[in-house]
């Protein structure tokens, strides 16, 4: 859970606990620039280090925010489990909180599936969405099922699986490098540094169960025609979890929202942590497509 140099370390109290976010030490941006709100996917050890490659890159333009979500990182984390409405509560009361007006939101996987969702009921907290591989992981009525989902769904496995197979340094690197990259030799000691910090958090097991077991995936393909704010996709081309056909077809569902979708070469399901530099280059120019400022 590494923060970049000159970023602080914040909190924010909402309904359901303290929420950590990371912003600019010195303010180089004035208070009427526009937010810009990074919010990382899920799964061992996520957390806001996800974007923290990216979204430095920024800062003197907009006025980034980068949070730690419910259950992840350094905020809070529940001992229970963890449901769909949790996160559309969370995204929504950090928009309402920290952002003054409609706010630029970049996300990734199911994160930002979720945040299309708030985006069709509150519109008006959106200024524009750039989204990495949005995906609920039950797209067009297909169940989400995989191993782990199996093995944690069983009370006595559950935890020993995510200690034993997750939250370790083997464990975690052997995700980034075997899943997660495209190419293995992308993955840093820092990253497993970050991600195994994050997943070795008290009570994180409950929010990583939670996902695998499937209990915060959906069909987005019922929620993309009603999105109507200004969007960008990116899509990794050698994302495993979420292949590009998935991605086309989500897409196709509503171009007239989605202005933009790219597929990114050589990349897998976090081409921000893979390939920081093409990503932020990404979003630049997909903000002047969308006529962002």
Request: charged share 15%; proline share 7%; hydrophobic share 45%.
């Amino acid at each position: 859970m590494l923060q970049p140099p000159d970023f602080d370390q914040l909190t924010l109290s909402t309904s359901l606990g303290q929420l950590v976010y990371y912003q600019p030490r010195l303010a180089t941006t004035t208070a009427a620039a526009t937010p810009m709100l990074f919010l990382h996917g899920f799964g061992g050890g996520s957390s806001a280090y996800e974007w923290s490659l990216v979204y430095p890159a920024f800062a003197a333009t907009y006025r980034v925010l980068a949070p730690d979500l419910l259950g992840w990182g350094r905020s809070d984390h529940l001992s229970r489990s963890y449901l769909i409405q949790d996160y559309l509560t969370i995204i929504t009361e950090l928009l309402e909180q920290l952002c003054s007006t409609p706010a630029i939101v970049v996300a990734s996987s199911l994160t930002a599936a979720l945040t299309i969702r708030v985006a069709v009921t509150r519109p008006e907290l959106f200024k524009a969405l750039l989204l990495v591989a949005p995906s609920g992981l039950a797209d067009f009525d297909q169940p989400y099922s995989n191993f782990f989902a199996q093995l944690v769904s069983t009370p006595i496995l559950n935890r020993l699986v995510y200690s034993t197979a997750i939250a370790t340094p083997f464990g975690i690197r052997n995700f980034l490098e075997t899943r997660q990259f495209a190419r293995p030799s992308r993955v840093t000691q820092e990253m497993v540094d970050a991600y195994l910090a994050s997943a070795q958090q008290p009570n994180a097991e409950y929010s990583a169960i939670s996902f695998v077991r499937g209990d915060l995936c959906f069909d987005l393909a019922a929620y993309m025609p009603q999105l109507t704010v200004p969007t960008a996709v990116l899509w990794g081309e050698q994302s495993q979890f979420t292949p590009v056909d998935l991605g086309q077809r989500l897409v196709e569902l509503n171009p007239r929202a989605i202005q933009q979708f790219t597929i990114l070469a050589d990349t897998g399901l976090t081409p921000q942590l893979e390939l920081p530099a093409v990503t932020s280059g990404w979003i630049y120019r997909s903000l002047a497509l969308l006529k962002v400022r």
